[in-house]
C-alpha cells in the first residue's frame, strides 16, 4: 500500500497564513535567498493539534490514523530535507514553539520552512463599486482580485522579517507522499539557486530556461502518473492511440513506482505533475501542467494557469508538449 498521508487530516497538517502576491515556481528576491543561503534552516515539524485528538478520542481508527499522519509527514519531510537540500549552511529540525520564538526574537541567523496555506486567488468574479450598476466595467472586472479557498505549500522566509514571504512550493495534486515532498524541497532550493546563479527572478526568464531544456524530453521516458491521467488519455493509451499525440517512450506508472522514480532521481525518466497556481476561475481550481525531469526536479515542459474540470492531463498537454521538441 502506498505510503500517503490520510486526506481527510489535511486541514489539521496547515494553517492559514497571509499571501505575498510573488510569481509561482520562481522568486525574485535575491536579497531574501542570500539570506537564506546564509542562515540555518529551520525545518518545523508537524505536532498533533490538540482539538483533534478531543474530536477524535472517541473515533479510535481514525485517531490512529491521525496519529500515524503526523509521523509519517515528518518521516517523509525529514527524508526529502536529509536528502536534497543542500542550499543553506546547516539545516536543524524545530518544533512550531521554536519556529515561533525565533521569529519573535526576529534572529537573523535562522530562516524558516514550513506548511502554510495560501489563499487563493478568486479572479473575475464581476465586482462592481458602483451597487447600482448591473455589470462592473471592463477595467472592474479585469483588475479585480478577492481570495478564496486555499493551496497547501512549504514556504521559506527570514526569522528577521517573518512575515515576508521569499519562495513557496505549492502541494502537488496527486498529495502529501515521499515523491511529492521530494520534488517540494527540489523545487524551493532550485529557485533559490536559479535565482541567484542564473538571474530566474520572473516567469519569463523561467519559461525562457525551460525552452533550454526541452530537448532533453526526447532522451526520457515520460513517467504516466494513474491517478493523473483523465479519462481521454486513459482511452487513447487502451486504443494504443499516443503516437498521435506524443512521439516519445513513455510508461504508465503507479504512485508507489513513481515515488521511487522521484526520490531516487533516476535520470532516464521525467514525469507529469500537476500544481495547483493558487488561483480560481468561475469557481474552477486554475492548475500548471508540467513535465519534470526526475534527475533534478526541473521542468523540461510547462503548460501554466489552464482551468481543468477534472484537474488531469489530457492528450493536448502531451501534444503541445511533444510539438515543443519536435
Known amino acids: 500500500m502506498r505510503k500517503c498521508l490520510v486526506l481527510f487530516v489535511m486541514s489539521s497538517l496547515f494553517y492559514i497564513t497571509p499571501l505575498v502576491a510573488q510569481p509561482s515556481f520562481t522568486?525574485?528576491?535575491?536579497?531574501?535567498?542570500?539570506?537564506?543561503?546564509?542562515?540555518?534552516?529551520?525545518?518545523?515539524?508537524?505536532?498533533?493539534?490538540?482539538?483533534?485528538?478531543?474530536?477524535?478520542?472517541?473515533?479510535?481508527?481514525?485517531?490512529?490514523?491521525?496519529?500515524?499522519?503526523?509521523?509519517?509527514?515528518?518521516?517523509?519531510?525529514?527524508?526529502?530535507?536529509?536528502?536534497?537540500?543542500?542550499?543553506?549552511?546547516?539545516?536543524?529540525f524545530v518544533s512550531s514553539d521554536e519556529a515561533k520564538k525565533l521569529k519573535e526574537e526576529k534572529n537573523g541567523k535562522y530562516a524558516i520552512m514550513e506548511t502554510v496555506i495560501e489563499r487563493n486567488y478568486k479572479m473575475n468574479d464581476f465586482y462592481s463599486n458602483n451597487p447600482k450598476s448591473r455589470f462592473n466595467s471592463p477595467q472592474a472586472w479585469a483588475y479585480h482580485l478577492s481570495r478564496e479557498g486555499g493551496s497547501p505549500a512549504l514556504e521559506i522566509t527570514h526569522a528577521a522579517s517573518p512575515k515576508k514571504e521569499i519562495v513557496r512550493s505549492y502541494l502537488p495534486y496527486l498529495g502529501v507522499a515521499l515523491g511529492s515532498l521530494t520534488f517540494m524541497v527540489q523545487n524551493l532550493e532550485n529557485q533559490l539557486s536559479d535565482c541567484l546563479d542564473k538571474n530566474i527572478t520572473s516567469l519569463s526568464a523561467l519559461k525562457e530556461d525551460i525552452e533550454k531544456r526541452e530537448s532533453k524530453l526526447k532522451t526520457k521516458k515520460l513517467m504516466l502518473l494513474e491517478p493523473l491521467i483523465s479519462n481521454g488519455l486513459q482511452k487513447t493509451i487502451q486504443g494504443r492511440e499516443m503516437a498521435k499525440y506524443y512521439s516519445y517512450s513513455y510508461e504508465v506508472v503507479s504512485e508507489e513506482k513513481a515515488d521511487a522514480i522521484i526520490t531516487e532521481k533516476k535520470a532516464d525518466y521525467a514525469y507529469i505533475w500537476i500544481i495547483p497556481a493558487g488561483a480560481e476561475f468561475q469557481g474552477i481550481p486554475i492548475y500548471n501542467y508540467f513535465i519534470i525531469d526526475a534527475a533534478d526536479g526541473r521542468p523540461l515542459f510547462m503548460m501554466g494557469r489552464n482551468k481543468s474540470p477534472d484537474g488531469k492531463f489530457h492528450q493536448a498537454h502531451l501534444s503541445n508538449a511533444s510539438k515543443k521538441t519536435d
Do not use: C, H
Not at 528576491?29 to 539570506?35: P, Q, S, V, Y
Not at 509521523?71 to 530535507?81: I, L, P, Y
Open 27 to 92: 522568486t525574485s528576491d535575491k536579497a531574501g535567498a542570500k539570506a537564506i543561503k546564509e542562515s540555518i534552516l529551520a525545518v518545523v515539524l508537524k505536532e498533533k493539534d490538540e482539538k483533534t485528538l478531543k474530536k477524535l478520542s472517541k473515533k479510535p481508527e481514525e485517531l490512529r490514523d491521525y496519529e500515524a499522519s503526523i509521523e509519517m509527514f515528518n518521516a517523509f519531510m525529514k527524508q526529502a530535507v536529509q536528502k536534497e537540500w543542500d542550499f543553506s549552511r546547516e539545516v536543524q
